[in-house]
């Protein structure tokens, strides 16, 4: 984490560049990233589980996780350098990270499927033949 | 083929960290990797969770359909 004592030696620059309170920025960013995962949520909901997905939708459900993963990224490092702010909301940066995760998970499930052939040989040796049936 | 319980605790694990306030989501992560970790482990696989993830992914969508459904009938008075 960035010193005080540094920053200062910067004077202007690090204020313009980082803000005053570069954890608090950061929350604010992070308070606002998560606002915009639950309405991509809420969307996704709407256009890929009660409908079918037409291509556009899987076209842009692409493009609009792909984007919330990569500032999720870009939080997460400026959190790892600055730290994240205790909150009221009990946030920490491990509930961003997992958050992260969770939507890597579903882009690839989406968008970058695994093999048939590769996911029956998995299913069927993790779980011994009983398969899932939905 | 018989419905395995340990699949659907992934599944219902991998949906509460979906919907979960956004300051349990480390907890319900946690909790999913456990199971990962358990699953994997009881059949001696080398894969890895995230692949293991990934073949259950097409189960899980229907999954969260199913519990979508029952939450749209719920909201619009019991359909």
Redesign the interface.
């Known amino acids: 984490m960035q010193s005080a004592q540094s920053d200062r030696g910067w004077g202007p620059a690090a204020q313009v560049i980082l803000g005053p309170d570069p954890q608090l920025v950061l929350y604010g960013e992070a308070v606002v990233w998560f606002h915009k995962v639950e309405l991509f949520r809420h969307e996704e909901e709407q256009r890929m589980y009660r409908q079918t997905p037409a291509p556009e939708d899987l076209a842009l459900h692409k493009e609009l996780v792909l984007r919330l993963i990569e500032d999720g990224e870009h939080l997460g490092r400026l959190i790892d350098r600055h730290g994240f702010l205790s909150n009221a909301e009990g946030i920490t940066a491990n509930d961003l990270k997992s958050t992260v995760d969770n939507l890597r998970a579903d882009y690839r499930g989406w968008h970058e499927p695994m093999p048939a052939a590769e996911r029956d040989l998995i299913l069927r040796e993790v779980f011994d033949g009983t398969k899932p049936v939905h | ?4 319980p ?2 659907e605790a992934i599944h219902q694990a ?1 949906y509460d ?2 919907t979960c306030a ?5 907890g ?2 946690r909790q999913l990797d456990e199971l990962l970790r358990q ?2 482990a ?2 001696s ?1 080398k ?1 890895t969770p ?17 519990k ?1 459904r029952q939450e ?1 009938a719920r909201l619009s008075g019991g359909a």
């Open positions: 083929m018989a419905r395995n340990f699949i991998r960290l979906e956004r300051s349990e989501r480390g319900r992560q699953a994997l009881r059949a696989s894969a995230n692949h293991l993830l990934d073949a259950l992914f097409d189960d899980y969508r229907e999954f969260k359909r199913g979508k749209w």
